[in-house]
């Protein structure tokens, strides 16, 4: 009886009871650039397996073996941060960085390997890929735009044949052309790109 009561004196005859508040749905998150997990690196060794059948990876990955080495340099970069460039005659430890963009904890859409000899040097980019299914909706160059703020205060440059999807990229990422060599691969480079978000930390 009581609960009626409270009923009835709770709503108005002329206006019906407030409906309870519903939060909004947040808005779905943009894709972020995130450290890439050894879990992650099959799916770059698809990539280049697919980038070398087209003429397009920067590895001979013709056997198993080389495959097996090329694991095992990536891991190196997962686990310590250091990518093991061949210098002549010599193994050099460069600095190395994987790094993949993803919606929050769902698929990974893509990936890059980068690295440089030191502090002061340039950073390299050796590879990089967007998964098949998320191909042909700007994500290349989303995924390198990121980079490129990730690694603020340090140009990019990397070298690449002009066949395939991966120039495009690069140019709608703002990397500028520089030349092209007689076998026709290219080099680009992009200047340095600040995150706005991190200058503010830094200077507060």
């Given at each position: 009886?009581?609960?009626?009561?409270?009923?009835?004196?709770?709503?108005?005859?002329?206006?019906?009871?407030?409906?309870?508040?519903?939060?909004?749905?947040?808005?779905?998150?943009?894709?972020?650039?995130?450290?890439?997990?050894?879990?992650?690196?099959?799916?770059?060794?698809?990539?280049?397996?697919?980038?070398?059948?087209?003429?397009?990876?920067?590895?001979?990955?013709?056997?198993?073996?080389?495959?097996?080495?090329?694991?095992?340099s990536l891991e190196f970069v997962v686990h310590?941060?250091?990518?093991?460039?061949?210098?002549?005659?010599?193994?050099?430890?460069?600095?190395?960085?994987?790094?993949?963009?993803?919606?929050?904890?769902?698929?990974?859409?893509?990936?890059?390997?980068?690295?440089?000899?030191?502090?002061e040097s340039a950073w390299q980019l050796r590879?990089?890929?967007?998964?098949?299914?998320?191909?042909?909706?700007?994500?290349?160059?989303?995924?390198?735009?990121?980079?490129?703020?990730e690694l603020m205060g340090t140009p990019l440059?990397?070298?690449?044949?002009?066949?395939?999807?991966?120039?495009?990229?690069?140019?709608?990422?703002?990397?500028?052309?520089?030349?092209?060599?007689?076998?026709?691969?290219?080099?680009?480079?992009?200047?340095?790109?600040?995150?706005?978000?991190?200058?503010?930390?830094?200077?507060?």
């Amino acid at each position: 009886m009581l609960t009626t009561l409270k009923r009835w004196l709770g709503a108005s005859p002329n206006r019906p009871a407030a409906a309870p508040a519903v939060d909004p749905a947040p808005p779905e998150a943009a894709p972020g650039l995130v450290e890439a997990t050894v879990e992650d690196i099959p799916l770059l060794l698809e990539a280049a397996r697919r980038a070398e059948e087209q003429g397009l990876s920067p590895w001979v990955l013709r056997d198993e073996s080389r495959l097996e080495t090329l694991r095992r340099s990536l891991e190196f970069v997962v686990h310590r941060g250091l990518w093991l460039q061949r210098e002549g005659d010599r193994v050099a430890h460069w600095q190395g960085r994987l790094l993949a963009l993803r919606h929050g904890d769902g698929p990974l859409l893509g990936m890059l390997l980068v690295c440089r000899r030191d502090d002061e040097s340039a950073w390299q980019l050796r590879f990089f890929f967007i998964a098949p299914e998320w191909q042909g909706r700007g994500h290349g160059a989303r995924l390198l735009l990121a980079a490129r703020r990730e690694l603020m205060g340090t140009p990019l440059q990397t070298r690449l044949p002009l066949q395939g999807a991966a120039p495009a990229s690069l140019v709608a990422a703002g990397f500028r052309r520089m030349h092209v060599d007689a076998g026709g691969v290219a080099s680009f480079e992009a200047p340095v790109e600040w995150n706005d978000q991190r200058e503010r930390t830094r200077g507060a």
